[in-house]
């Protein structure tokens, strides 16, 4: 479900906040309908969950083991680039929160 640079940002969008299909597709520079594909799978994974607000869908990540997963897998993503080394701080600390895994 990673392996899509747009799942990732979507993913990692919905842990700052809870967000519907247009907003998600203009903080990740998709269309809506692109973004509303990837949700489908990410949901289908249990990795996102919805609320309905009207005629309004949000969408929401769905625990701290997901975001977990997606903190981890960028910050392998950064130490095989070469972005990161060692214990150095990692850019996506920066962008929102990260729970710790302790």
Do not use: C
């Not at 594909?37 to 996102?48: N, P």
């Amino acid at each position: 479900m990673l392996s899509d640079p747009t799942r990732v940002k979507i993913l990692w969008a919905l842990f700052q906040a809870e967000s519907n299909v247009n907003t998600l597709a203009e903080n990740v520079g998709a269309t809506p309908a692109a973004v509303s594909q990837h949700l489908a799978k990410l949901r289908l994974a249990s990795l996102v969950r919805t609320r309905r607000d009207g005629t309004f869908v949000y969408y929401s990540a769905t625990d701290a083991h997901v975001h977990r997963l997606l903190a981890e897998s960028l910050s392998h993503a950064e130490h095989v680039t070469g972005v990161a080394a060692g214990t150095d701080a990692h850019s996506y600390r920066a962008a929102g929160r990260v729970a710790d895994s302790r």
